[in-house]
Nanobody
Framework: VQLQASGGGTVEAGGSLRLDCVGS????????IGWFRQAPGKERSVVAA????????YYADSAKGRFTISRENAKNTVYLQINSLKPEDTAVYYC??????????????????????WGQGTQVTVSS
């Protein structure tokens, strides 16, 4: 599967953005999707993840309350809604796909290594 992330930009603190991750080349609902971010000089870390059907969602502690992950398999798209943006949210945001079909514990989805396919990233910059 190929992934295309979009929706990033420069916004003021307190604003909102919606990031889109569009898949192609395979049956999109075969993949769990994770959103990750990487700030300059820092490791890539999970933001949120969603199961193949969308029935289960997982959030990093830092993302709870302001981030919402959702998906529309009919549109081959996973969304990441970010509200009340803070300067510390500044990073490149990546979406990634995991073809694993067996149920896994939530911690599984927080590991970048389990994702086989990655999009190119979209830059989010939050000004104070």
């Amino acid at each position: 599967v190929q992934l295309q992330a979009s929706g990033g930009g420069t916004v003021e603190a307190g604003g909102s953005l919606r990031l889109d991750c569009v898949g192609s080349g395979d049956i999109f609902s075969n993949y769990s999707i994770g959103w990750f971010r990487q700030a300059p000089g820092k490791e890539r870390s999970v933001v949120a993840a969603i199961s193949r059907s969308g029935g289960r969602t997982y959030y990093a502690d830092s993302a709870k309350g302001r981030f919402t992950i959702s998906r529309e398999n009919a549109k081959n798209t996973v969304y990441l809604q970010i509200n009340s943006l803070k300067p510390e949210d500044t990073a490149v945001y990546y979406c990634a796909a995991d073809p694993q079909r067996t149920y896994r514990a939530p911690s599984y989805y927080f590991r970048p290594v389990v994702y086989d396919y990655w999009g190119q990233g979209t830059q989010v910059t939050v000004s104070s």
